[in-house]
């Protein structure tokens, strides 16, 4: 089983929501997952125009969903990076949503900037992260493609035998 351990040294300034370092030992599975934004389901812009706090809360939640996808919750996030289009007033309301998802007791490294627009107009932020699952977990996903495999070649069988 993979064993994350949390670090932060003493010898750099303590980070406010984040940890400076997330070691990861053993066997498991790495899940990269793309930059979200805050859109719903039909691919638009959530809330009012420059809302931020919904595009926020609807970003972790497309985020939870891709976790989810792959048996993965935000205790297995081990980085994660942001970028905002208003750091400096955004940064405090994008913390407390943040913060309402991950594990803070053991949070992920962290980046965030500042950049001066994203692909989609209107939108005001993007995350993307980085998981590990356990062996145990990943063992237990990679045999679902191949008992889907074999539930679909019975299935085939019982067709031509009719």
Excluded: C, W
């Excluded at 040294?9 to 498991?28: L, N, R």
């Excluded at 627009?117 to 145990?136: D, F, N, S, W």
């Excluded at 679902?144 to 069988?157: F, L, Q, R, T, W």
């Amino acid at each position: 089983m993979a064993a994350l351990n949390f670090y932060n040294p003493k010898t750099i300034s303590k980070p406010p929501g984040y940890t400076h370092v997330v070691e990861a030992i053993g066997p498991g599975r790495i899940i990269y997952l793309a930059g979200q934004l805050g859109l719903d389901v039909g691919g638009k812009v959530v809330g009012q125009a420059g809302d931020f706090r919904a595009q926020a809360i609807q970003t972790f939640e497309n985020l939870k969903a891709a976790l989810a996808e792959v048996g993965a919750t935000f205790s297995d996030v081990v980085k994660i990076n942001n970028y905002l289009t208003h750091l400096e007033r955004d940064l405090p309301i994008f913390r407390e949503v943040r913060d309402m998802y991950l594990n803070m007791k053991a949070p992920p490294a962290s980046t965030t900037i500042q950049i001066s627009g994203l692909a989609r107009p209107g939108a005001l932020l993007e995350t993307e992260m980085v998981a590990i699952l356990p062996a145990k977990a990943a063992r237990a996903a990679a045999k679902k493609p191949a008992a889907k495999k074999a539930a679909k070649k019975k299935a085939g069988a019982k067709k031509r035998r009719r």
